[in-house]
């Protein structure tokens, strides 16, 4: 088994925002193992840790305390250029936001990575807009497209320089649950068809249902893991977590 990425009793403090006197847990010694080939679900409520976690996974965070590994390489020993290099050669991103370039068409989009690591696009963007279904929009603009099919060019865009994991901040957020489960079927048909390993941020049951395990953050920590979850099974490890913050919040 080859470890895609691995965190080791990772946590992450900020400052100046207390709770007592150590400042803000936003997470608290979190270790996780992922399998190449694996499609993890990080689920939680809100303010339970899920983009801090996926931050600090995906080097755009520094952690506080602990160590994170993309296949051997140990992030917190990288120069702030070498990181970079790193995020930019070896991971993949899809966010939330559809950030997709306005002034670039969709294969342009798909395009930027090759282009920022100095590889020529040598088709392989349109190959990627095609394995999501938009070979046929390759010249639109993202506002001419729909927020489903934007959220598929930034798949293609997170996958084509083959990265060895991708990491997906609640991708399906802003979309209807039939386009959102077109969006999940396109990460697991890249796990089962070509390898690759997803972890994939989301606070919604259904979603988990596409991924090979979940873990369960409540404040800062892993406090459930779920193999081979499906939605319902997710949904009802969710209501205690959640449960558990309406508590605190009070
Ligand atoms: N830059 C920051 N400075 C101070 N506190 C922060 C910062 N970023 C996150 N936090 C705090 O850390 C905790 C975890 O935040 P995080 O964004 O990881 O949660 P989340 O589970 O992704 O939430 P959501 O689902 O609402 O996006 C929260 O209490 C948040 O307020």
Redesign the pocket.
């Known amino acids: 088994m080859t470890t895609a990425l691995s965190l080791d009793a990772v946590s992450?403090v900020?400052a100046?925002?207390n709770r007592g006197d150590g400042g803000?847990?936003?997470?608290d010694s979190v270790s996780l193992t992922v399998p190449r080939g694996r499609f993890l679900a990080v689920m939680?409520?809100?303010?339970?840790?899920?983009?801090?976690?996926?931050?600090c996974a995906a080097g755009l965070?520094r952690p506080t305390a602990g160590t994170v590994r993309i296949g051997d390489t140990e992030l917190g020993r990288l120069k702030p250029a070498a990181l970079t290099r790193l995020r930019r050669d070896r991971i993949g991103f899809v966010f939330q936001s559809l950030d997709l370039v306005s002034a670039l068409d969709a294969r342009e989009n798909v395009a930027l990575p090759l282009l920022l690591a100095g590889a020529p696009d040598d088709g392989r963007a349109l190959a990627g807009l095609a394995a999501v279904g938009l070979a046929d929009r390759a010249g639109d603009l993202p506002a001419t497209l729909s927020g489903g099919q934007r959220q598929r060019v930034a798949i293609a865009r997170a996958l084509v320089t083959e990265p060895e994991v991708v990491f997906a901040?609640?991708p399906t957020a802003a979309l209807d649950p039939a386009t959102a489960a077109e969006v999940l079927a396109l990460l697991r048909r890249a796990v089962d068809e070509h390898g690759r390993t997803v972890v994939l941020?989301t606070?919604d049951p259904a979603a988990a249902g596409w991924a090979d395990e979940a873990v369960f953050?409540e404040r800062?920590r892993i406090t459930a893991r779920l193999d081979r979850p499906d939605a319902e099974r997710a949904r009802a490890m969710f209501r205690p977590v959640g449960r558990a913050l309406a508590a605190v919040a009070r």
């Open positions: 992450r900020h100046g925002r803000l847990i936003a997470l939680g409520g809100s303010g339970s840790g899920k983009s801090t976690l996926l931050r965070e901040d609640e941020v606070h953050l800062g």
